[in-house]
């Protein structure tokens, strides 16, 4: 027996078992939402409080254990955003002058990641779920319309418009060029 | 295809989200088009750019340790919302002077509780304080807890990234065995359940009862094993070089014991409004191993460069370190005093902002007490006065 079954049969070490198999999914996809430590925590909590009633309800022959916690998990985080009218995703920051002296590679990827997460700040969020579930979580089109609850055709074009953003919004940062150096009336036919 | 049609595509053909028709146009387009090759390579690189990111943000965050143990109280509550809120909120207090270190603090300590700034703390309350020798009456390397001390820490002088440390930043982190809460209808029931005579206050706050609710927490007892390299390398991380730190640190392993604890409750029959808890048990016990010289340590934890000085001098100013708890609280909305109740001992009075709640710790004959809740600092101490017998 898988450990939903278990769980649902009242076994409880089965029960802890999902949680630890889990609770990095959960976590993790909170953090990237919700930006902040203390919130993906608190939502670690809630999201499993949640499983642990309606794990009743979880049907396997509508989709996969993981495509139902992650739905649980991004209504919940979009949940709590409303309600505190959170507009910013403020991951803890790192300082660049707490890094050790003279590491210029890790610098380097702070400040790529920090260009990644100011540029994911300016999307929407529920343009930022689909690129947390996409890039991060690494689901398919399908699974992220199970998981949103919306058709395929409009998580294609929420993640077309969130790449778009995100170019416009890193080359901005960077002070790249917007487009290729040709314009539309331009372009080659 | 033209250069726009195929522009608009390209995230969709990127993603292997377009039909086989439409693959075939994009890539006939592409094969004679450099602009739109160089838009689709822009993108393709953002797309990792973006993934990179996420998962690299992600590798450095976890839960905290705690979330399963937190998890299960919530969950073997079998009472409506507002009974769970309360048992939730006896839980937490539980919990909190199960982490004896830092009590009372209800709010506030997320950003601190279980990251390895705490065990710092805690090691360097230890091992900072300049030993107190005529008290040794324990073995060297045990400590017991028969006073308490206030740290003052400025949330903004803690590194950034210490937030991100867990309890294994340090070493590896072993529960010998997890404290088990069980919630029992009688001071006589729960007194049965730890073995030591239990005391109730004379005077609580008027229109707060005893609740029916008696919990008990039994014992607890986890260990901590240095790893020198993972440390350095942590600390590393937070500004402080820890190069000297002594070799035989590594591998050196702490016990802490937490010793059965009981939590009575005291609220109006409504269960709403203020509330009073109290907290008993025996000391808990720090055991550290016969060869680390904890006085050797403490000099070199204190010329590490990089460790906030206002913690370093605080932690040197308190006296009779043996037997000292350290609670570390956060500089801005909490308030401490020295108090003397239940007799003449010398007490700690913990005073929140408006809707923090209040505490008040002491020791007397080897139990350790709190106090807490929503009432008032003046309610907290009458009822530490009148505990009986």
Redesign the interface.
Known sequence: MDLVTRSLAGDQRAFAALFDQYKNLVYKTAYLLQGSADDAEDTLQEVFLLVYRSLSTFDPAKGAFTTWLHRITVNHCLNQRRKRRLLLLSFDKISPNLLPARDASLEQRFAEEEAVRASLNQLSEKLRAVVVLRYYSDLSHLEISQVLNIPVGTVKSRLDTAVRSLRGALNKTEGAPARTGYTQKEAPK | M???EVS?ML??YL?G?VTPSERAAIQAHLA??D?CN??LS??SD??G??????????AR????PQ??E??KV??SSKFDSKEQKWQYFGEKLVRIHRRWMMPFNWRVP??LPVSAMVLLVVLAAYALVPPLRTAAQDPLGIFRVKRFATVTIDPASI???A??GDPTSLGSFTVNQMPSTTTVASIKEAQDAVGFGLRTPKKVPSGLEMTSKVTVSKEGSFSYTFDLKKAREYL????IAAKDLPANLDGATVKLTIPSQVVIEYRAPSGTGSALMLSQGHSPVLEAPPGLDVDLLRRQILSMPGLPAELTSQLGAIQDWRQTAVIPLPKEGFTSKEVSVDGGMKGLSIQGKAGDGNGLLWEKSGIIYGVGGSVTPEQLTDAANSMSP
């Open positions: 033209n250069c726009h608009g995230v969709a993603e989200e004679g088009c602009p160089w838009e822009a993108f953002l797309r750019r973006v993934r990179e990111s996420l998962h690299s943000i992600a965050s976890a839960s905290s979330a399963w937190r998890l919530s969950l997320r950003w590194p950034t990234t937030s991100k590393a991380t937070l500004g």
